[in-house]
């Protein structure tokens, strides 16, 4: 390498080798990772702040830190061990997630968790009193509006929706107010006998 510094002499003066040595060395100290990390962009995980969520879930009070970015159906299987609402899609389409918030019927899925600060959640597990089934869920029962059961618990809830929305005067009512429910099984004339005979009576 040819040094072309016309005053070899002059310490203030900067000779290509020692520019090369100098990125050289730059780069170096950037390779040390403590050096790198220090000023560096906070990491996507770090960015991602939980959010302070309270959720009053079948009558039962929870504090949470939740990921923003997780649904309220993940949140109440995942961290809350309410297991009985059901992932059938976990893309709105099947209703299995079916739960109410704030009375109303939502498909959980397709919410975030961090949404619902402050919100009265009612699942499956809430229904029973102690040892005594919900009027629905005896319903079901009596009028066999279940086979396998994974869509049951979102078809009960759903049908609870109906029943207070005033949707379940008659059978093709039901039926048209609760299609948002998918039953691989068929237990559809059951499941629609179930809600008209419990709206009947309530
Ligand atoms: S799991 Fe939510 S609609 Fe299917
Ligand atoms: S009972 Fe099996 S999907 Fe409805």
């Not at 060395?25 to 939980?50: K, L, V, Y």
Request: contains cysteine; glycine residues 14%; hydrophobic residues 40%.
């Amino acid at each position: 390498m040819i040094d072309r510094n016309p005053n070899p002499g002059d310490a203030g003066a900067l000779s290509r080798r020692g520019v090369l040595q100098l990125a050289g060395g730059a780069a170096s100290f950037a390779a040390i990772p403590g050096a790198a990390a220090q000023g560096a962009a906070p990491s996507a995980q770090e960015a991602a702040m939980a959010s302070r969520v309270r959720l009053t879930v079948n009558g039962q009070v929870h504090e949470l830190d939740v990921d923003p970015r997780q649904s309220l159906l993940d949140v109440l299987r995942e961290r809350l061990d309410l297991t009985g609402t059901k992932k059938g899609c976990n893309q709105g389409a099947c209703g299995a997630c079916t739960i109410l918030v704030d009375g109303r019927r939502i498909v959980s899925c397709l919410t975030l968790a961090a949404m619902h600060d402050g919100a009265r959640i009612e699942t499956i597990e809430g229904l029973a009193n102690g040892g005594e089934l919900h009027p629905l869920q005896a319903a079901f029962i009596e009028h066999e509006g279940l086979q396998c059961g994974f869509c049951t618990p979102g078809q009960i809830m759903s049908g609870i929706g109906c029943i207070a929305e005033g949707h379940a005067g008659s059978p093709e009512e039901v039926q048209f107010w609760m299609s948002g429910n998918i039953c691989r099984c068929g237990a559809y004339p059951g499941i629609v006998a179930a809600v008209a005979d419990a709206a009947g009576r309530t």
